[in-house]
């Protein structure tokens, strides 16, 4: 079976297909499926809340290529061959550009700046985003125009991290256009120079020039949830890097990056509650103020202690 990429429609409605067979299995049979096909624990005991396996068993599969997807598919749908092949597409999928991740982000930067734009891209890589920067990702082996044409090509979305210069460069103005023409999702998120032309009503509020690279990642996975075709999966991300967060600095950050999505579903509130009692980087720490503030606004009562769940770490 080919590794490509699946059209949108058909990656959504297959996942949908497996969480129907799947959800009809005790967790620990769901949690052998997923970790045979090189997917993520479970991680939950029998009398684990459903909506918590719900939440796990979807962020699972959302995170998974499409290969996985379609031999999982020929397994627990129980598909031949010659249906299965309908899943998969011809076309260049890129994955030695890309690599696994919920949704793949073209950063569109000046030269310039490519130090920074590799710290964000080690932050969103650090949430499951996949992000695309030319001076890091192209073999240089390879004509760097060609491969850059690739992941324009493969991209799902566009980010423009507009510093000082980005409208008046050739090639930032091309990968922009570029974007457009394929009618992709684009944001304009302006560092020091509002972005100008055209592409302008794509804006984000303005950072500035001393923003984190942490701070950025940050905007970009916010704005993610806006799009409903990533919204789900990028916030089960979050709430993934939040529970598996291994210092309270980082428990503390994974909160605020979850605070500023705004409402949330019961099943993410769950999971997020769940989290907090499995991760003692969260419990007892900064971050539980966070957590707090998040279950709070969304009509939720802070879980009352001593309820701690998971393993000491301290």
């Avoid at 949430?127 to 004509?143: G, K, M, T």
């Avoid at 019961?266 to 907090?276: G, K, N, R, S």
Wanted: hydrophobic share 45%; charged share 25%; net charge negative.
């Amino acid at each position: 079976m080919p590794d490509a990429r699946l059209p949108p429609a058909e990656r959504a409605d297959l996942i949908l297909r497996l969480m129907d067979s799947l959800m009809g299995r005790v967790w620990s049979d769901i949690d052998v499926i997923l970790v045979s096909f090189g997917l993520p624990s479970l991680q939950l005991d029998e009398d684990a809340d459903r909506r918590i396996v719900e939440a796990r068993c979807r962020a699972a599969l959302q995170s998974a290529d499409a290969s996985t997807l379609t031999q999982l598919a020929v397994y627990a749908l129980e598909l031949d061959d010659e249906s299965s092949g309908t899943l998969s597409m011809p076309q260049d999928d890129a994955e030695d550009l890309w690599g696994s991740g919920i949704v793949r982000v073209f950063l569109a930067h000046l030269a310039t700046e490519r130090e920074f734009v590799g710290e964000v891209h080690r932050e969103l890589r650090g949430i499951s985003i996949s992000s695309f920067v030319a001076h890091d990702n192209i073999d240089v082996s390879r004509e760097w125009q060609d491969e850059i044409e690739r992941a324009l090509r493969t991209a799902d979305v566009l980010v423009g991290l507009v510093h000082s210069g980005f409208a008046d460069s050739f090639w930032t103005q091309q990968e922009v256009g570029w974007a457009l023409g394929r009618e992709i999702p684009v944001l304009l998120m302006g560092l020091g120079e509002p972005p100008r032309g055209f592409p302008a009503r794509y804006q984000a509020p303005m950072l500035n020039t001393h923003s984190s690279a942490w701070q950025v990642a940050s905007a970009i996975a916010v704005w993610l949830t806006r799009q409903e075709q990533w919204r789900s999966a990028v916030i089960n991300g979050l709430v993934g890097d939040l529970e598996h967060a291994g210092s309270f600095v980082d428990a503390r950050d994974a909160a605020h990056r979850l605070k500023e999505v705004g409402r949330m579903t019961p099943a993410v509130l769950d999971a997020i509650e769940h989290a907090y009692l499995w991760n003692d980087q969260l419990y007892g720490h900064v971050g539980a103020r966070v957590v707090a503030e998040i279950l709070e606004a969304n009509g939720r009562e802070f879980p009352p202690g001593p309820r701690f769940l998971g393993p000491s770490r301290r």
